[in-house]
């Protein structure tokens, strides 16, 4: 059964840091693109950033570039979103996704439950 489970999500003040971590099982995330999602209240889901299946290509939504990094262990079967100079824009439930492509070009076929983000003034 293949499942994503998020954690790491938090409340963070502005200018604080968080790490999200992304736990696969029922795959190997090795074989594939991954990326993180956020949604914030009222409006709809949004890319923030994609790593291909050998972490050799990132991209970064432009809200976010400087200021997040997604990386991955494939050992450990693990994708991890490091996040600093957080701002009160980046409040949202954050997903781990499973899929192909990069960037734009992202296309996603499993997600995770979210983890709560809140970075207060």
């Known amino acids: 059964q293949v499942q994503l489970v998020e954690s790491g999500g938090g409340l963070v003040q502005a200018g604080g840091s968080l790490r999200l971590s992304c736990a696969a099982s029922?795959?190997?995330?090795?074989?594939?693109?991954m990326a993180w999602f956020r949604q914030a209240p009222g409006k709809s889901r949004e890319l923030v950033t994609t790593i291909t299946w050998n972490g050799g290509t990132t991209l970064y939504a432009d809200s976010v570039k400087g200021r997040f990094t997604i990386t991955r262990d494939n050992a450990k079967n693990t994708v991890y979103l490091q996040m600093i100079s957080l701002k009160v824009e980046d409040t949202a439930v954050y997903y781990c996704?499973?899929?192909?492509?990069?960037?734009?070009?992202?296309?996603?076929?499993?997600w995770g439950q979210g983890t709560q983000v809140t970075v207060s003034p």
């Open positions: 029922g795959f190997t995330i090795s074989y594939y693109d």
């Open positions: 996704a499973r899929g192909r492509g990069a960037g734009t070009h992202f296309t996603p076929t499993y």
